[in-house]
């Protein structure tokens, strides 16, 4: 099993581009999240799903969108990227919506 | 929101030694978890508690779910240096997690 995946591993952008981010887990689970890591704050939760066809907004979703149209894959995008958007972005899978297993993340930088 | 205090930031140790860090919250919690992050990794889960006084161990790893449920402790016993990396707490309720800052860990051999 690969567990959860994230696809690029790596991505710059300029100002105002857009792009989309892939997380895919192979475990069948019910529970999706999106979250950033900045220096110092820790992962913070940008959206979520419960399952497949929902969605939910988390702690920091402003500038940012979400879908789940397969219950293996969980999009993010960013519609137009700003500089405050820098970060790695960390997408994570649950049976039980407290134990998280994360990928290995997408370092974003906008310039 | 939920915050989370997480303690000490940082700590710097010599192989061998034991390590404890701590974090609190001014919110209750159902359901305490510990992370560790290698540079370049995603989190990966050590232990997960569900039960407020509850004492895990997993290995040299030794955690505690706080009596009131607003706090946790993890203790790492006998460090070596591939324990090297940053722990994160996470609180947990109504299906999402609150994360502590972390706290970087640095042994020395």
């Known amino acids: 099993n690969a567990g959860v995946t994230q696809t690029p591993k790596f991505r710059v952008l300029k100002t105002g581009q857009s792009m989309t981010l892939l997380c895919a887990q192979d475990?069948?689970?019910?529970?999706m999240y999106w979250y950033r890591q900045d220096p110092g704050m820790g992962l913070r939760l940008i959206h979520y799903?419960?399952?497949?066809?929902?969605?939910a907004k988390g702690e920091v979703p402003d500038g940012y969108n979400v879908s789940r149209l397969k219950k293996q894959n969980f999009l993010l995008g960013l519609e137009s990227a700003a500089p405050s958007q820098t970060s790695v972005y960390f997408c994570?899978?649950?049976?039980?919506?407290?134990?998280?297993?994360f990928g290995p993340g997408t370092r974003l930088t906008v310039t | 929101g939920q915050q989370l205090n997480q303690s000490p930031q940082s700590m710097f140790i010599q192989e061998g030694e034991d390590v404890s860090m701590n974090c609190t919250s001014s919110?209750?919690?159902?359901?305490w978890l510990w992370y560790k992050q290698d540079p370049g990794e995603g989190p990966v889960l050590l232990i997960a508690?569900?039960?407020?006084?509850e004492l895990t161990s997993n290995g040299r790893l030794t955690a505690q779910f706080g009596i009131t449920r607003k706090d946790s402790f993890l203790n790492i016993s006998a460090s070596i240096p591939s324990d090297v990396g940053i722990y994160f707490c996470?609180?947990?309720?109504?299906?999402?997690?609150?994360f502590g800052q972390g706290t970087i860990l640095t042994v020395h051999p």
């Open positions: 475990m069948n689970h019910e529970y």
């Open positions: 996470a609180g947990a309720s109504y299906g999402k997690l609150t």
């Open positions: 799903s419960v399952g497949e066809g929902t969605t």
């Open positions: 508690l569900y039960k407020a006084g």
């Open positions: 994570a899978s649950s049976w039980t919506a407290y134990e998280q297993y």
């Open positions: 919110s209750i919690f159902n359901t």
